[in-house]
């Protein structure tokens, strides 16, 4: 294989099924136009609905199956032989973290390792150039830093690592094992380090949209504590593309800081989701949504504020958000208004037997 060839070979994604996966599979498809292999269990929080506008498509193929199965991957990279790994798979919610933190250390933690283990075997023995042009990118998160006071700077690519909830300690875990295959192995491994996303496709359990269906149906909308912790808001398609940049020329071994330049309070988040509701549904009888605010007892080790620098990959790879939050929020709160039965099947479960009837024979 030549190395055009080569960029020419699959890449193997895991978690391509959920909120962030799935926008990157099908930007990937647009804007890369190779395939995509697409690994992902399907829990509660991946849904196939989410690549229906990949349903037919060559360049996708969907394999259910778990980053802990070794046997499943070894056969996928035997087969597909990808030049690169992107992986998303894990449990990414902190409140179910506190309430169930084993599936965080299961999937983050040991199934980080099993997919570097067999990416680390698979890699071993490619010929070159293949070898050396071989990717591991791992998707991680600001939490690993732990939590700014107002007056901090932001994070930057050596703050050191204080995670506080059991899931950004098991997101902290994975980073510390992928830094280490390549000061041991010297595997040709990246990481990104991204801040809060938001876009279509988000599974309805993270801050924007349960605010966004909630006020819909004119439920409470639940603000944690004061309503002043703060978030750096990235638009998840912004983020699509640094992943892409980060693939194509980051340096091996490197970390990535990825942020929207978006610093927002709860509070404000959610009052902006409900003045955008106040006119895009002025008919609403729950106008103004903002009277839906309730604030509830705060989460037990709540970080009080993210900020991301990225001057690293804006000066090594030119690369900046180019979504603002004003017009990612709006364009979010559209996207659900306009996806009303993606948001029954997942409000009702159905989105799970979407699986069987129309995935059957694709595997
Ligand atoms: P998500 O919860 O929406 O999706 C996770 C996907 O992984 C699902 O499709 C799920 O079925 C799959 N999965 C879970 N366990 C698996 C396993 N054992 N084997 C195979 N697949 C499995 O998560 P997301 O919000 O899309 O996040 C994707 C990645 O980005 C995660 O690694 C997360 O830590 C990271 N991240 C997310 C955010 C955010 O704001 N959403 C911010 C920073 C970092
Ligand atoms: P979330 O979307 O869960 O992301 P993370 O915890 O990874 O930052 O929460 C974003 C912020 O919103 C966080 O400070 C917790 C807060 N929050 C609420 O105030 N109410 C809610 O119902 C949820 C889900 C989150």
Redesign the pocket.
Known sequence: MTQTDNHNAPILV??G?????SNFVTSWISNVGTPVVN?????Y??NLENLAQLQGNPHHIFVQ????DRKVIDQLLAAHQPRAIVH??????VDRSIHGPEDFVV?NVN?TFHLLEAARAHWSKLPEPQKTDFRFLH????EVYGSLSATDPAFTETTPYAPNSPYSAS?AASDHLVRAYFHTYHMPVLTTN????YGPFQ?PE?LIPLIILNALAGKPLPVYGDGLNVRDWLFVLDHCDAIREVLKAGRPGETYNIGGNSEMKNIDVVKAICSILDELRSNSPHRPHASLIQYVKDRPGHDRRYAMDITKINRELSWSPKCSFTDGIRATVQWYLDHSTWIAHVASGEYRNWVEANYAKRG
Do not use: M, R
Request: hydrophobic share 30%.
């Open positions: 895991t978690g099924a959920g909120f962030i996966g690994l992902d269990k399907l829990t929080a991946g199956g778990d980053i802990n998303f798979a894990a449990e990414s919610h999937t199934g998707v991680s998160t600001d997101k991204c801040s809060n996303n599974f993270k």
